[in-house]
């Protein structure tokens, strides 16, 4: 509860909310085409997500893209070599128009999450 959330398009911020009980959030945005979801702060590991939003636009007229995003920050126990999360994304998602779904690249989130991994064991020793 209380973990702020950025959204951003490009260099500008278009919104910040706050999460509320259970850190659920909700957030009603006009079309860009593009989004970067930043939560966190301290003393939480920041974390980042990247949406291409291309072809949401026609949807977006009608009001009819939902998104829901779980995220689990954790703390930042002084791991050397985490600060790459105060600007690379965890996740990145685009668009599909043809299906009409937001497809994650999942791949990009496994390397990220090993990476991750890797510097908490790192620190651990």
Do not use: H
């Not at 490009?10 to 919104?15: F, P």
């Not at 995220?71 to 599909?96: C, E, H, R, S, W």
């Not at 496994?110 to 991994?117: A, G, L, S, T």
């Amino acid at each position: 509860m209380g973990v702020p959330i950025e959204i951003w398009s490009g260099d500008e911020l278009i919104a910040t909310i706050e999460s509320g009980p259970k850190g659920k959030y909700s957030v009603s945005l006009v079309y860009y085409p593009n989004y970067r979801i930043k939560f966190g702060r301290s003393p939480y590991v920041n974390k980042i997500v990247e949406i291409d939003a291309k072809g949401f636009s026609r949807a977006a007229e009608f009001g009819v893209v939902n998104l829901d995003l779980d995220i689990q920050l954790f703390k930042n126990a002084g791991y050397l070599g985490i600060d790459f999360m105060d600007y690379t994304p965890v996740a990145i998602a685009k668009f599909n128009k043809k299906k009409g779904t937001v497809e994650w690249d999942l791949e990009y989130a496994d390397k990220i999450c090993r990476r991750v991994n890797g510097i908490i064991q790192a620190n651990k020793k």
